[in-house]
C-alpha cells in the first residue's frame, strides 16, 4: 500500500473517531438524562430518539474504526488484542440490555414491579461507563492487560452500578413510604 494511501486511510480513521467520541458524548449526557428521569418519572421522547441516533451513529462509527483499523495493520494484529474483545463483550451485554429496556417500555411493565428496568439500566449504564474507559484505555491495548483482567474490571463497575441503582431505588421508597406515614 502506498504512502498517500496509508495516510488517507489513518485520515479517515481520525474522522471515524472523532465521530464516534462526539455520538458517544451526544449519548452519554442523554443517558444520564434518562437514567435521572427513571427517578424522577420525567420521560422525554426527544431524550429517547438522541439516545437511539446516538446508538446508531456508534455502531457505525465504530464498525468504521474496525475495519479501518484492520486494513491499517492486518488482521491478525488488530483482532489479536483483548481490549477490542472486551469491547466487543461490553457492547454484546449494551445491545442485550438496550433490548430487554426497548421491550420493557413497549410493554409498560407496572410501576410496582420496577426491578427489571432497574436492572437493565444499570447495566446499560455500566456499559456506558465502561465503554468509555476502553474507549481512552489506548495504552492498554495489545496485551499488556489481559482479557481476563479487562472482563474483571467490567464485572466491578456492573455490581457497582446496580447496587447504586438499586440502593438509590430503595431510599426512595423509604422516603415515600416516609412521607405517606407523616401525612397520615
Known amino acids: 500500500m502506498g504512502s498517500l494511501m496509508i495516510l ?9 473517531i472523532f ?3 462526539l455520538a458517544f458524548a451526544a449519548g452519554g449526557m ?8 427513571l ?5 422525554d421522547p426527544a431524550r ?39 469491547k466487543i463483550v461490553v457492547v454484546s451485554v449494551w445491545l442485550a440490555s438496550t433490548i430487554v429496556l426497548r421491550n420493557t417500555a413497549r410493554h ?3 410501576i ?4 427489571g428496568i432497574l436492572l437493565a439500566c444499570s447495566v446499560s449504564g455500566a456499559c456506558w ?20 483482567g479487562f472482563m474483571a474490571g467490567f464485572l466491578g463497575v456492573l455490581t457497582v452500578c446496580i447496587a447504586v441503582t438499586f440502593r438509590h431505588e430503595q431510599r426512595l421508597s423509604l422516603k415515600a413510604n416516609s412521607n405517606e406515614e407523616d401525612s397520615t
Open 48 to 86: 429517547t430518539r438522541a439516545i437511539r441516533s446516538a446508538e446508531w451513529q456508534l455502531w457505525a462509527s465504530g464498525l468504521i474504526i474496525i475495519g479501518l483499523g484492520i486494513v491499517l495493520t492486518g488482521w491478525h494484529s488488530y483482532l489479536d488484542n483483548p481490549k477490542l474483545w472486551s
Open 108 to 110: 409498560r411493565w407496572p
Open 129 to 148: 461507563i465502561y465503554g468509555a474507559f476502553l474507549g481512552v484505555a489506548k495504552p492498554l491495548a495489545n496485551s499488556v492487560m489481559p482479557f481476563w
Open 30 to 37: 442523554n443517558v444520564v438524562g434518562a437514567y435521572r428521569a
Open 39 to 43: 427517578f424522577s418519572g420525567a420521560h
Open 8 to 16: 488517507v486511510i489513518k485520515f479517515l480513521w481520525v474522522i471515524a
Open 112 to 115: 410496582a414491579d420496577r426491578r
Open 19 to 21: 465521530w464516534h467520541t
